[in-house]
């Protein structure tokens, strides 16, 4: 029955949704009613192929007290090597030593982590396709797969893709009949692909579903998730689960890693340019939670901005997995639309591979640039070198709902008393407040080992100052949980919407190096594209100092603006952005010329040319023809290919038509030449020029 969740299961295995889909965190499921006339079972079977597009693998661990964690289900089978399996049972559960352990009966928690693959590997069955990005225009509902992704491939060979994401859903059950007083188990979807959106709300119907039918449920929801359409990045999409509905927002193409596949990039999906459509994300994790996360240390977060933006180590202490994961997607989201290309760990646990490496650094040795999110203390000890340290999170945050959910979307009208400056201004430079924060920096963080604190340790000073202006938008609707959700959805449009103007504007000044030409009127678009500028950095920063940075961060930055530049130039986020983006510019100026080859009067052009010319003409049609008929072989050719190849056909045989006949002859003397002008033998007549005809001259003749 159509708005009825119909999933295969029987009844009682949804007894527990109603409960998380009423949450207050509740993802945007549509669908959903409490349903007696389901279907108990259905014969569905999983495309491991298009199920790889999404997911690797999806994993059920167990805690055993005599042999520690314990894959007990792996679907598909073989997607992991043995040392892999290890990696994702250790970060599938809270850490041992972590802070406040919520004792009632059940507690479900949802969080994710992010591991490096084992080189050593061999997957049977994980794969990665090919994604294409296309005009909106080309979207149609009926043929999704057919217009709107181009799947060129599937690559059997996954070891280029270094990094695998964890969801976890964990479930403690507190009993003291049991051995140490309970158990727990964690459902976990594994992807290459960093689709929060996507897999926390799926993992809310997996996760209970689960703990109700066992491996059952893996295999029914594997078998629909193998049904979705590709995913489009930087698109809205709806995808089925029975007669639910997710409908998520995907990140762009820009803000993947190449090693997720390869994208064909809009230059206007990209900075430095502010997009005009705010619906649609501009980075990674763009639902998550800003204002609630950073809520008690918002005047810091221009700071973590700048940490962020130049690639700078960073230790993020929460109480728990959730909150740890929350407080590094957050500041990941905060640099976009740049690329976050440090390597981040929402998760990470002293069982890491990694783990071993970063504990040995000793005193003066550079930190390798991460964002590292931990629960255990230990690491404040371990990773003595890691020069910024925040600490976010409250330990009493301890409830039944699932937390990390993703957010509904959705402006709130109206406007509650501000959380703005005169708030902040009251908790910064009151005489308690400002002891406090003496004492934390003298104490330093090691003072979380006796007492949990919400702080940020950085030596670091901060050219960009916090703006007033935003902090005095924000609201503060107290404590009462469905009005502050209302209001954090507000507060963190607010917020996403200022760091991705601070950042676009930053980024502003590198323009000119990706501005595309086209060919002037009348001119030749079949010669090749003048190249783009080649960049500099001293003489970038030669012409910035003495141009100035512009209105809108000279208002929020220092006099030393310029250092902050300096340093992010040196920083592993540039490089990787200046490469993608100026790749991007070169596919756009490809695509004007390309388009203004179509449109090209070749006749016209050479009616007035020297014979010299003429047939420097031909070379360069023949070049651009056989590229075309090259990219159809790679299976990467464009929509109007055919199109373009007739054209550009027709083209080479007017230039043909009027060059000498002994040049003709010579030029036939090429088997594959003459093939690619035996398309038309129509004459082409130009003023003052004899008119001639190919059709009937072969390679062999003219031998």
């Not at 389901?38 to 298009?50: A, R, V």
């Not at 502003?508 to 990706?514: M, R």
């Not at 449109?599 to 420097?616: F, G, N, Q, Y």
Request: charged share 20%; glycine share 4%; net charge positive.
């Amino acid at each position: 029955m159509k708005g009825e969740l119909n999933l295969g299961f029987p009844v009682q295995a949804l007894i527990l949704l109603p409960r998380l889909f009423n949450s207050r965190k509740s993802p945007k499921i549509l669908g959903w009613k409490s349903s007696s006339s389901l279907i108990l079972e259905l014969s569905l079977k999983t495309d491991l192929e298009s199920l790889q597009q999404w997911v690797v693998a999806f994993c059920i661990i167990r805690f055993d007290l005599e042999q520690g964690q314990l894959i007990e289900e792996c679907y598909p089978p073989g997607s992991l090597s043995n040392e892999e399996e290890l990696d994702v049972a250790f970060s599938s559960f809270p850490d041992s030593v972590s802070q406040n352990q919520n004792r009632s009966s059940i507690h479900d928690c949802i969080f994710f982590f992010r591991i490096q693959r084992r080189k050593s590997s061999e997957q049977r069955n994980v794969n990665s396709s090919e994604i294409v990005e296309i005009d909106d225009k080309e979207v149609s509902s009926n043929s999704m797969k057919d217009k709107v992704i181009n799947r060129r491939k599937i690559r059997n060979d996954t070891k280029q893709l270094k990094y695998l994401y964890g969801y976890v859903f964990n479930r403690q059950r507190h009993d003291e009949r049991l051995r140490r007083g309970g158990e727990q188990k964690s459902v976990v979807i594994l992807s290459h692909n960093p689709y929060s959106s996507v897999f926390r709300p799926l993992l809310q119907i997996m996760g209970p579903l689960y703990f109700d039918l066992g491996k059952k449920a893996l295999e029914h929801i594997a078998a629909y998730v193998s049904m979705w359409p590709a995913p489009v990045p930087g698109k809205h999409m709806e995808l089925p689960i029975g007669n639910a509905l997710l409908k998520v927002s995907l990140p762009p193409a820009h803000s993947l890693s190449f090693e997720i596949g390869m994208f064909e990039e809009s230059a206007s999906a990209m900075a430095p340019f502010l997009p005009n459509n705010q619906s649609i994300p501009q980075g990674l994790f763009h639902d998550s939670d800003i204002f609630g996360t950073f809520r008690s240390i918002l005047l810091q977060l221009w700071l973590l901005w700048e940490l962020l933006l130049i690639g700078e180590p960073i230790l993020i202490i929460g109480p728990t997995p959730p909150q740890c994961c929350e407080a590094v997607a957050s500041l990941v989201s905060l640099v976009a639309p740049l690329p976050c290309s440090i390597d981040f760990r929402p998760y990470f646990t002293i069982h890491d591979p990694d783990f071993k490496h970063l504990n040995s650094l000793r005193e003066g040795d550079t930190f390798p640039p991460m964002i590292l999110g931990v629960t255990n203390l230990f690491f404040l000890k371990a990773l003595r070198n890691i020069p910024h340290i925040v600490s976010v999170g409250s330990p009493a945050l301890n409830s039944n709902q699932v937390p990390f959910a993703s957010r509904s979307a959705g402006r709130i009208h109206g406007r509650p008393e501000g959380f703005g400056l005169q708030q902040l201004s009251l908790k910064k430079f009151s005489p308690s407040s400002l002891l406090s924060a003496v004492k934390l920096r003298r104490d330093g963080p090691l003072c979380l080992m006796t007492e949990h604190k919400e702080a940020v340790w950085s030596t670091y000073v901060a050219t960009t100052k916090p703006d007033t202006s935003i902090l005095n938008r924000l609201i503060d609707a107290g404590m009462l949980p469905r009005v502050e959700e209302s209001m954090s959805v507000v507060n963190n449009e607010i917020l996403r919407r200022h760091f991705l103007e601070l950042t676009t504007n930053f980024l502003a000044p590198f323009g000119p190096y990706f501005r595309a030409t086209t060919p002037s009127e009348g001119s030749l678009p079949f010669i090749d594209p003048p190249p783009l500028p080649p960049f500099d950095a001293d003489e970038f920063l030669a012409n910035l100092s003495a141009r100035g940075v512009g209105k809108f961060l000279s208002k929020r930055m220092k006099s030393n603006w310029l250092d902050l530049y300096k340093r992010f130039l040196k920083g592993p986020n540039f490089m990787p952005w200046f490469q993608r983006r100026l790749t991007v510019a070169e596919q756009e100026q490809h695509r004007l010329w390309r388009q203004a080859r179509m449109k090209a009067d070749i006749k016209l052009l050479i009616s007035k040319m020297p014979e010299l010319e003429v047939v420097d003409y031909f070379n360069a049609i023949e070049r651009h023809l056989l590229g075309e008929i090259q990219m159809e072989k790679l299976g990467r050719a464009a929509v109007d290919f055919t199109e373009t190849c007739q054209k550009l056909k027709k083209d080479l045989q007017a230039v043909f038509n009027v060059l000498p006949k002994d040049m003709q002859q010579l030029l036939l003397m090429n088997p594959e030449r003459a093939a690619l002008l035996q398309l038309s033998s129509e004459p082409t007549k130009l003023p003052d020029r004899p008119s001639l005809q190919i059709g009937v001259v072969s390679s062999t003749s003219s031998r």
